[in-house]
């Protein structure tokens, strides 16, 4: 195994580990053959390599896309991490040119747009929240007034049942007292009558 490399400018360095095919074989090779000897499993050991950053990982990881697997020159790559492939390598020639486009300014135009799509949704996100609070507390406003408004209809109704139950008390007296008095009337008519009638008969 070769010793990391490092690529970038300033605070933007990252490091890759570079490996030697024919030193991998050889050790692999020997491996098995002992294994072999021993009756053991021929598979060749599995060896879990330290994560390196590589930078299409780091375009990945700041656009957001930190879920997705990038293949390339031989490795398969989780946004922000890598993990070495059995050809070992690295796709050096490739972060040259990227280490080059850092220092070149295109990677702070990449990093700008990328900020400009995130916080564009963030900002459309906030405005239709306060637009939709606007119109809740104007809703809820309404319907405040609304409940007032039926709270006195409801009281005018309550007072006019009432009006209308004493005012038929009062017409059922009055028609009770005017009765009252026709019968007497009545009555004093019919004795006038009868008393007349007696006197012609006499």
Not at 1 to 17: C, D, H, N, R, W
Not at 108 to 127: D, F, I, M, W, Y
Not at 177 to 190: F, I, P, S, T, V
Request: proline fraction near 2%; charged fraction near 30%; charge should be positive.
């Amino acid at each position: 195994m070769q010793p990391q490399k490092t690529f970038g400018v300033g605070s933007l360095a990252f490091g890759v580990e570079t490996f030697s095919n024919t030193s991998g074989r050889s050790a692999k090779g020997s491996r098995r053959g002992e294994k072999l000897h021993q009756g053991g499993d021929p598979r060749p050991e599995t060896k879990a390599f330290k994560p390196t950053h590589c930078v299409h990982c780091l375009w990945k990881k700041v656009f957001g896309e930190t879920d997705r697997i990038v293949r390339h020159g031989g490795e398969s790559h989780f946004a922000g991490g890598a993990g070495r492939s059995s050809s070992g390598r690295c796709g050096e020639n490739s972060l040259r040119a990227v280490a080059g486009a850092l220092a070149s300014g295109s990677y702070v135009g990449l990093v700008r747009s990328g900020t400009r799509a995130k916080v564009a949704p963030s900002t459309e996100t906030a405005k239709r929240v306060e637009s939709l609070t606007t119109k809740c507390a104007t809703a809820k406003t309404s319907l405040q007034e609304n409940k007032k408004w039926f709270r006195e209809l409801k009281s005018e109704c309550v007072e006019l049942q009432k009006s209308l139950a004493t005012g038929k008390e009062l017409c059922e007296d009055e028609l009770i007292a005017d009765l009252a008095k026709r019968d007497e009337l009545h009555g004093a008519e019919l004795a006038e009558c009868e008393a007349i009638r007696s006197s012609k008969l006499e």
